[in-house]
C-alpha cells in the first residue's frame, strides 16, 4: 500500500482531507486547536519531499455558505504551525486558477467542503411536508451533482491523503468518494495510520490481558462496542450510569438512577455472553449517591442494588477503584471509553479522574493504553495526561464504529 513515507511527492500537487472542525468562540477565535495540530506532521511532510498541499476540510454544521463557518478564521493558525503562508480558495469549487498556480512548497486552504450540501450527498431545504417521491428526486438529484463535485476537487491534484480519521465513519465525498479517482496515488496521513494501529491493537494483537473499561449513560450507544469486545476481552469493567441497566435487569433496587428500559433485554443478552466466556462483570459493588442529580446534593456511599428511594448514582465508589487498580495493574492492554460518574459535577468526577490517573501510571509500568470518547478524552486532558496514556483517540463516533468492527468508509476507500 502506498504511504507518506513512500510516496514521490517531488513536483506533486496533493490534496488531503484534514479534520480541521475545530470549535470558534463568538468572535470566531479557536477555542481548542488540538485537531489543527494533530494534522501539521502530516502536511510538513508533503511540503518537505517536495510536493505541494490543497487542503479540505469541514466547520460545523452550516446549512449553506456562512460567516460563521468559515474555514478564513482558521488560516493563521495554521500558517503559524506551518511556519508558510497558506492561501484560501473561498469557492472548493472554483479553485482551478489558484491550484494552477500553486508551487512545490506552497498551501492552499480550500473553504468548507459543507457549504456544498454535495460534500455529504443529503438534500438541503426539502419542505418539511415533501412527499416520499419528492425526497427521492431530491435524493437521486443531489447523488447526480455529488459526482461532479467530487470530480472537480479530483481535478486539482495529482494525489489524494486522507487524514482525518474523526469523519471515516461517513462516506462522504472528501472522506470517501474522491479516493477512487487516484487508484495508485492515495494513503493515509499519519493522524489515520495512528489511530488505525492504535484500535488494531485493541482488536488484534492486544498484549494480554486485554481490559476495556466502558462508562457512560446508555447502554444502547455503546452495544455495538459491549458485542465486539466481549469475544476479546479478559475483563470487562462496565461503569458510569449505564451500569443501572443490568442491575434493574437483576433486579436490584436502583432508586432513581438513569436507566434505559428498552434495554433490559439486552443487558440480559450481554450478563449471559459474559458468563459464558468466563467473564466477570463484577456489577455488584459499592457506589456514590446523591439525593438530586446536582453538584450541591447530598450524598453517600451504598451497596448498588439497595439504593434508597429518592436517591440516584452518581459515581463510583473508592472501593471500585480499587478493584479496577488491581485488574489495570495486571493488565498487558487496558481501552477505556466513557467517564465513570457524572463527570462534568466535581463533586461526581472523582472516579473519572482517577481512572485517567491510574491509566498515566499503568502506562509508565508499560502497559498499552487507549483512551477515546469525547468526555473520557476531556478527562484525561483536564487532568493533564494526554500525553501521559499510551494512545488519545481523537474520533469520536468513527473510533466506536471501528471498535464495533465496522468497515469505515474512508478507510476502506484507501485500502481497497
Ligand atoms: P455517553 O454519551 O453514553 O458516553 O454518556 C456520557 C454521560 O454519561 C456524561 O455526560 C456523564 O455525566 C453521564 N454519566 C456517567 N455516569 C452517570 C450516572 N451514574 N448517572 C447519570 N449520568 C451519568
Same mark, same amino acid.
Given at each position: 500500500m502506498? *504511504?507518506? $513515507? *513512500?510516496?514521490d511527492f517531488t513536483g506533486k500537487k496533493a490534496i488531503i482531507r484534514v479534520d480541521f472542525n475545530v470549535p470558534l468562540n463568538e468572535q470566531f477565535e479557536i477555542t481548542d486547536d488540538t485537531r489543527i495540530k494533530a494534522a501539521i506532521p502530516t /502536511?510538513?511532510?508533503? /511540503?518537505?519531499?517536495? @510536493?505541494s498541499l490543497i487542503i479540505m476540510s469541514h466547520l460545523g454544521r452550516p446549512k449553506g455558505p456562512a460567516?460563521?463557518?468559515?474555514l478564513k478564521h482558521i488560516i493563521s493558525? +495554521? $500558517?503559524?504551525?506551518?511556519? *508558510?503562508k497558506v492561501r484560501f480558495a473561498e469557492d472548493c469549487q472554483k479553485a482551478e486558477a489558484q491550484v494552477a498556480a500553486l508551487k512545490p512548497g506552497e498551501v492552499l486552504l480550500l473553504e468548507n467542503l459543507r457549504f456544498y450540501a454535495e460534500e455529504e450527498g443529503k438534500p438541503r431545504g426539502l419542505a418539511d411536508d415533501a412527499t416520499d417521491e419528492e425526497k427521492q428526486a431530491a435524493k437521486a438529484a443531489i447523488k447526480e451533482s455529488q459526482k461532479a463535485f467530487v470530480a472537480k476537487l479530483a481535478s486539482y491534484a495529482d494525489c489524494y491523503i486522507n487524514d482525518a480519521f474523526g469523519t471515516a465513519h461517513r462516506a462522504h465525498a472528501s472522506t470517501a468518494l474522491i479516493a477512487k479517482y487516484f487508484p495508485k496515488d492515495k494513503m493515509f496521513g499519519y493522524v489515520m495510520e495512528g489511530e488505525i494501529r492504535a484500535i488494531d491493537k485493541i482488536l488484534h494483537n492486544p498484549a494480554r490481558p486485554l481490559t476495556a473499561i466502558l462508562g457512560g449513560a446508555k447502554v444502547s450507544s455503546k452495544i455495538g462496542i459491549i458485542e465486539n469486545l466481549i469475544d476479546r476481552v479478559d475483563h470487562l469493567i462496565i461503569g458510569g450510569g449505564m451500569v443501572y441497566t443490568f442491575i434493574k435487569a437483576l433486579g436490584g433496587k436502583i432508586g432513581n438512577s438513569i436507566c434505559e428500559d428498552d434495554q433490559i $433485554?439486552? #443487558? =440480559?443478552? +450481554? %450478563? #449471559?455472553?459474559?458468563?459464558? =466466556? @468466563? +467473564?466477570?462483570? #463484577?456489577?455488584?459493588? $459499592?457506589?456514590?449517591v446523591a439525593d438530586s442529580f446536582s453538584n450541591d446534593a447530598n450524598f453517600k456511599i451504598v451497596d448498588n442494588f439497595e439504593i434508597p428511594d429518592g436517591w440516584e448514582a452518581m459515581d463510583a465508589a473508592p472501593s471500585s477503584l480499587k478493584l479496577w487498580q488491581e485488574i489495570i495493574d495486571n493488565s498487558g492492554t487496558v481501552l477505556w471509553n466513557g467517564p465513570l460518574g457524572v463527570f462534568e459535577m466535581p463533586n461526581f468526577a472523582k472516579s473519572t479522574n482517577a481512572m485517567a490517573e491510574m491509566l498515566a501510571n499503568a502506562t509508565k509500568k508499560g502497559t498499552f493504553t487507549l483512551v477515546g470518547g469525547g468526555d473520557s478524552v476531556a478527562a484525561v486532558t483536564q487532568m493533564g495526561y494526554a500525553d501521559k496514556v499510551s494512545y488519545v483517540s481523537t474520533g469520536g463516533? #468513527? %473510533?466506536l464504529e471501528y471498535l464495533e468492527g465496522k468497515e469505515l468508509p474512508g478507510i476502506k476507500a484507501i485500502r481497497e
Open positions: 502506498t *504511504t507518506i $513515507e *513512500t510516496y /502536511l510538513k511532510k508533503v /511540503l518537505e519531499k517536495g @510536493g460567516e460563521k463557518f468559515s493558525r +495554521i $500558517e503559524e504551525y506551518l511556519g *508558510t $433485554e439486552t #443487558a =440480559k443478552s +450481554i %450478563m #449471559a455472553k459474559a458468563e459464558s =466466556k @468466563g +467473564i466477570d462483570l #463484577a456489577l455488584r459493588r $459499592e457506589v456514590v463516533g #468513527a %473510533m
